[in-house]
């Protein structure tokens, strides 16, 4: 009997903790994939590890499991859905996404080798450490205009602006300072190369929704990954009752006119606008969810003539998002330029579109079509856009569905 209960407890041994030498291919292979996945074999030409501890302690899990067979090779699906925790709260829904899609970042990639020469495999942080622009880059303490990217918010840099994303810079172990003297060469080329290819993260980090500006919680990046909170897409509502549409319209006026004029006078601005630009959350607020189109002028320092951020030849950061062509000139960046947009490309569908307007008042259908023309003076569609502001206040609801306004809207018309 003693023989059969100790064949028994050796069994479930077994087959709880496995045999005294188990093979890790399994293991090996799944922990391969992950670092491939998550881009972190192409570092330092990625956008940082602050968040990869949450990738590996499956504190970040997605909603779909991941295979190598269904995703690798799908060159479309730059984001998934996902959900974060932490030891604060419990488990909240968030995106994962790559600053570009697997194509595109494979074509950069064989950019970066066949600018050196190498075919299309090589070191591409080799390849990126060795051009002169990393290397004046290195030797550098700061971030100064004259680096001339042509990201959107690199367009019309102040040395103010540039400080910012230096002193906002959370892939570091000590931020706060607008000097590079903590940054290692890895932190130089991880910022360089974000700048290089799509600003978002950056954008997040410096103007916080902590802080009151309309962008989705920030979480930190892995490798080519990074994780933002998530949101319901605005155009899921352009079907939605009128009322909710004009809250939404209102909601979404209202945080054009506040990125052009506020506290720090820094003026953000649309040059276009994605169809996923925006987004809700549950209490139906709304967000920019991608910002990684949107300038910025300093109010306060100006920018420096255009003929100075030209740089004398394009080198290969100066297309690493895929185009090598640089946004206009500042000065012909107009007044009204993020309202003409909005306007055209999203309240018109939002507010007018499928026969929609028989709900919407004569006078607000009127204003949109000033909001949009761009033919108007910048004040005459300015002035447009508070009229039509106006108008859709009066639709708003007052109830609990809009938990971002409620119970405020009982007792102030503020809200």
Known sequence: MAGIWSGVWILCFILVFGTADPSPAPQDKSHDFRKIFLGLDKCNACIGTSICKKFFKDEIRFERRLTAQSNLSSADV?????????????????????????????LSDNSICTSAGKGKSCSIEGVLRATSRFQTWVHSNLLLPSMGLVTPMLRCPSQRLLDRIVRRYFEVTDVGSVQMKHFNEKDKLRLLYTLAVNQQPLILQMFPGTEGWPFLRYHGSC?????????????????????????LAYQLLHITQSL?????RFRLFYTRIPED???????????????????????????????????????????LSGSCVRPPPCETVREAQSFILLCKYILNNLLTSNDKQSGLPRAAVDELLVCADPSQLDQTIIKSVQSLKNILKTLRPCSPQYAYRYPECLYSDKF
């Not at 920019?288 to 030849?313: A, C, N, R, W, Y």
Request: net charge negative; glycine share 6%; with cysteine.
């Open 78 to 106: 730059r984001s998934y859905e996902g959900n974060y925790t932490d030891s604060t709260a419990g488990w909240r829904p968030v995106v994962v996404s790559r600053l570009m899609s697997p194509h595109l970042h494979q």
């Open 277 to 319: 630009m925006f987004g809700i959350l549950e209490d139906n607020k709304v967000f920019i969810v991608d910002t990684s189109t949107i300038g910025i002028i300093d109010l306060q320092e100006g920018h420096p003539p255009d003929k100075d951020l030209l740089p004398e030849e394009l080198d290969v950061f100066s297309c």
């Open 260 to 264: 052009s004029a506020n506290s720090l």
């Open 223 to 247: 490798g080519r990954l990074m994780v933002w909170a998530a949101s319901r897409a605005l155009r899921t509502l352009f079907s939605s009752p009128l009322e909710r549409r004009a809250d």
